[in-house]
């Protein structure tokens, strides 16, 4: 089954308005990813957060972590039409050396 | 650029075939990781490496198999190809920092079976 399981599948938001993406897992986890990936590309790390973190920022990127709920969100300000993509949490248990991904939300940011 | 160069961008092969997919790393990555994504399964973790031996196992099917050569190149080689199979493969590297590093994926093989 799935680690990492983002939510909503699909969101769709104007250009300038803030996304929010959800991650929730099952295990204790070492560290949580979040990753982009264009329509048939290969996926583009964004931001990486510990288990020990519980708020991250990269530029319009907001990752936050609680380790108590099993859950991560990432939130984008401002969005771009070039923001469009899927975006994909990833979840490195502590007990194993593969990286396992969720099913991933898909974001159209309208101009 | 990621610096994770696969090859060949597209394969188009009929059922029962075999195929070799390959995947160079980021310079200085000793781990190389294997991933196929499809519409109705998302990205599965199949295989890992580190500096040539097996790391970690996913959902690889037996038809499939892999290996990571001395100069830490990785091939993925799938035989009794089945419609099935028809898929995104990518390959992914990272650093020596362990878990802690972030993957870098490669642009991916895609793989159709006819």
């Known amino acids: 089954s799935q680690q990492g399981e983002e939510d909503p599948q699909a969101l769709s938001i104007q250009e300038g308005e803030n996304a929010t993406m959800n991650c929730s897992y099952k295990?204790?986890?070492?560290?949580l990813q979040w990753y982009r990936q264009n329509s048939g590309r290969g996926l583009v790390h964004l931001i990486l957060?510990?288990?020990?973190?519980r708020e991250k920022h990269s530029g319009r990127l907001r990752v936050t972590l609680d380790t108590s709920k099993k859950s991560s969100s990432l939130l984008i300000t401002a969005s771009r039409a070039a923001d469009t993509a899927s975006y994909f949490c990833?979840?490195?248990?502590?007990?194993?050396?593969?990286?396992?991904f969720g099913p991933g939300t898909r974001l159209s940011v309208l101009p | 650029d990621s610096g994770v160069t696969q090859t060949p961008k597209h394969l188009i092969t009929a059922t029962g075939q075999r195929v070799t997919l390959r995947c160079s790393p980021r310079?200085?990555?000793?781990?190389v990781y294997w991933y196929q994504q499809s519409l109705d399964q998302g990205l599965q973790f199949l295989i890992q490496?580190?500096?040539?031996?097996?790391?970690a196992k996913g959902n690889i099917l037996e038809r499939f198999s892999a290996q990571q050569f001395p100069d830490l190149h990785s091939e993925l080689n799938l035989s009794s190809l089945e419609l099935g199979d028809s898929a995104l493969y990518f390959c992914?590297?990272?650093?020596?920092?362990?878990?802690?590093?972030?993957?870098?994926f490669g642009n991916g093989t895609r793989l159709t079976v006819t």
């Open positions: 957060i510990r288990s020990n973190e």
């Open positions: 310079s200085g990555d000793l781990s």
């Open positions: 490496y580190y500096n040539g031996e097996e790391r």
């Open positions: 295990t204790s986890i070492n560290n």
């Open positions: 992914a590297s990272s650093g020596p920092a362990g878990r802690d590093s972030p993957l870098h």
């Open positions: 990833a979840t490195d248990r502590n007990y194993g050396q593969n990286f396992v």
